[in-house]
């Protein structure tokens, strides 16, 4: 069996590899035409760009139907959510330059800089121009240059994004490679690895030590790319993973003990024994910087670092105010333990509805004044009776990367020993049946030939 | 004799290690915000170095770089000359070895 996983993983790599190593069929038109953005490459590949703006990457959002207290008629992600690892989006922080600091200093700032378009054709926008304002280099080329990639003012003052459009990164083009994927990944929630804990080092996660990146995983058709049911991830292609599918069953050991354990545990809560980056940010009280920006307090940990929080998640997404997190329960027959982030953030939220507010971050990066950032964002969309009061949010994020060695991953006596990692009682468990699952006799005897085995 | 070299070996690990200590303790680790003046790949491309200008005190520090991620970002500009830089190092020997090197970011 587990020769079997082996010879699927490395055929999972070598694939990769001889795909990644032939040069791209379009290489020569494209050194003798020059590159003209994306109508260069629809030569070629007629449709690709009209099709990209159908999808989550362009539009930052889409229908969503499993989380509380919204309408699944309307579409939902990054262009409109609020909550407290980031608390805006695309539209009250739309990409401008913040006014001067005290030393006279200003900069852009902006969610939608993690937008693969111009800022002119910005998010969700439509039509030819659109079309025609995809940056498909910045995913497909591995001769990017990145300084050739930022926000500026053109010659009217609005703020455009430029984009590396030459020939030599056209001439470069391939399938994404991880460093494509984590030019916007990594630096979610504002900054490296502050969102999400996790790094996709060569020698920190098992599946790129053995070659396997992103888009091996995440098997992505007509620009459609396959997602989880992280709870705060929201918007989605319409097409989901988990681990189990081409590479992994859900039996996948050789161990029948461990198989037992697949109905009732997420593969995740064993394999990603930990999680990391930012726990806790206040964005009612600014940090001033020794540059004289201001940025949100934030309490963090490096990658790896953090011990994830383990609930029960039937996939679906409890949504109030004050939590966004997992639902389930135990005893639903749908639900499985996972392992989770957990994140707190400090935001104003409006006394008269109770709902959380969002920041324009303009106002305070150059000064540190928040409530002046509420006050526009607040204009911005229109909400007139507002009292803003601070307020605690807390958040679930999923853990859903960086497998750790399987000698690392989760045994029975880090589960089933009195301090083990799993809460029982909090999840569910009679004292009666914790007794019974914190008894050594569950383990003892396998745990003993092991390490007889190791010794 | 064999013994007497032994000794000697001994003290003078002894004295290194102590030496070697009180470097350590007199320049651990330091940590500060710059903007990048200067960025030098080595000819092996397996390390370099950044110029990163204090902003607080203007003072110039030059860090060594060697970490694989970090270097892929000088290489294809993700990090340039300009970068505002949070930069933690490790001061050994009168270099400074860089351990974290990122970008400042807001959110």
């Avoid at chain 1, 509380?68 to 262009?79: A, S």
């Avoid at chain 1, 859900?250 to 545990?265: E, V």
Wanted: proline share 4%; net charge positive.
């Amino acid at each position: 069996m587990s020769g079997k996983i082996v010879a699927i993983l490395v055929g999972c790599s070598l694939l990769a590899a001889t795909v990644q190593a032939k040069d791209h069929p379009g290489k020569e038109y494209v050194l003798k035409n020059g590159y003209q953005g994306p109508k260069t490459c629809e030569t070629c590949h007629p449709g690709k760009a009209r099709e990209f703006l159908g999808t989550v990457h362009w539009k930052h959002a889409s229908k969503v139907d499993h989380v509380d207290n919204i309408n699944p008629n309307e579409e939902h992600g990054m262009k409109d959510r609020i909550y407290t690892m980031c608390n805006g989006n695309d539209i009250v922080n739309n990409l401008k330059e913040v006014p001067p600091n005290a030393l006279g200093k200003t900069k852009f700032t902006g969610c939608n800089t993690c937008h693969p378009g111009d800022h002119t054709s910005d998010v969700g926008s439509t039509g030819p121009q659109a079309e025609q304002a995809i940056d498909c280099l910045i995913c497909h080329s591995s001769k990017y240059d990145f300084s050739k990639r930022k926000a500026v003012k053109d010659k009217d003052g609005k703020v455009v994004m430029t984009q590396d459009r030459s020939t030599e990164a056209a001439a470069n083009i391939g399938r994404p490679t991880i460093k494509n994927c984590m030019i916007c990944h990594e630096a979610a929630g504002g900054g490296a690895m502050i969102k999400r804990g996790f790094s996709m080092a060569k020698d920190a996660e098992v599946h790129v030590t053995k070659g396997i990146i992103c888009i091996d995983c995440h098997q992505v058709k007509n620009h459609k790319f396959p997602t989880g049911r992280d709870p705060n991830n929201w918007a989605h292609d319409g097409i989901y993973m988990t681990c189990v599918g081409e590479c992994h069953s859900a039996k996948p050991h050789s161990d029948a003990d461990y198989n037992r354990h697949t109905a009732t545990i997420a593969c995740q809560t064993c394999h990603i024994p930990k999680t990391g980056g930012a726990f806790s940010k206040d964005f009612t009280k600014w940090e001033k910087q020794s540059n004289g920006f201001y940025e949100p307090s934030t309490l963090k940990r490096e990658v790896n670092e953090t011990a994830p929080v383990y609930a029960w998640y039937n996939l679906t997404v409890s949504n109030t105010p004050h939590f966004i997190g997992p639902k389930g329960s135990r005893t639903d027959g749908k639900s499985k333990i996972y392992p989770f982030k957990i994140f707190q953030g400090k935001a104003y939220f409006n006394k008269k509805d109770g709902q959380l507010l969002s920041m324009d971050f303009a106002p305070p990066i150059a000064n540190g004044d928040t409530l002046a950032g509420v006050a526009s964002a607040a204009r911005i969309l229109g909400i007139k009776d507002y009292e803003p009061v601070p307020g605690w949010q807390t958040i679930y994020f999923g853990s859903n990367h960086q497998v750790t060695p399987k000698n690392k991953a989760l045994n029975c006596a880090n589960c089933h020993a009195l301090n083990g990692v799993l809460n029982f009682k909090e999840l569910g468990y009679s004292s009666k049946e914790v007794e019974r699952l914190t008894n050594p006799e569950l383990y003892f005897e396998k745990l003993l030939k092991l390490q007889q085995e190791n010794e | 004799m064999k013994r007497i070299v032994s000794i000697v070996m001994l003290v003078a690990l002894m004295v290194f290690s102590t030496l070697a200590f009180v470097q350590n303790a007199s320049a651990e680790e330091a940590k500060m915000v710059g903007t990048i003046s200067k960025i030098e790949m080595s000819a092996d491309k397996k390390s370099a170095t950044a110029i990163l200008k204090d902003t607080k005190s203007g003072e110039e520090v030059t860090i060594i770089i060697t970490d694989e991620q970090t270097l892929d970002k000088f290489m294809d500009k993700r990090i340039v000359e300009g970068d505002e830089i949070r930069c933690k190092y490790e001061k050994v020997d009168g270099k400074n070895n860089s351990k974290i090197f990122k970008k400042t970011a807001g959110c």
